[in-house]
């Protein structure tokens, strides 16, 4: 099945979740597009800063900032309309796990790398 992931808060970081996501999504040929707080590059794949348009479809975003943090890409997100949100651990965000609800959008309170390994991703 088509998934593919925008990691927000994608960090080049090794030490960070959102860097161990993305790389575990590659090792699963998931296709990732990643948004982090400054355009880098990270072994080929572009990490945007701020809200890119056509970015394509996105079947699931996981989110790796904090719930304060997200309040500027509520309307950039639902405007994308992905299918779900992942809320990995420190994210969670009941005002914003609301609205992509009311929105039609399924909310995943999980920790991705966890989904990846167990086969629930």
Do not use: W
Request: glycine fraction near 6%; charged fraction near 30%.
């Amino acid at each position: 099945m088509y998934k593919r992931t925008l990691v927000l808060g994608a960090s080049p970081n090794p030490n960070r979740f959102a860097y161990k996501a993305i790389r575990s999504l590659q090792r699963r040929d998931i296709p990732v597009v990643a948004i982090g707080r400054k355009d880098t590059d990270l072994d080929g794949l572009k990490i945007m800063s701020g809200k890119p348009d056509n970015i394509g479809e996105i079947h699931t975003v996981a989110l790796y900032m904090n719930a304060k943090l997200q309040e500027e890409f509520y309307d950039y997100l639902l405007k994308i309309r992905p299918k779900r949100i992942i809320f990995n651990p420190g994210t969670r965000n009941p005002e914003f796990a609301e609205r992509a609800r009311a929105n039609g959008i399924e909310v995943v309170d999980d920790c991705l790398l966890v989904m990846l390994n167990n086969g629930k991703f």
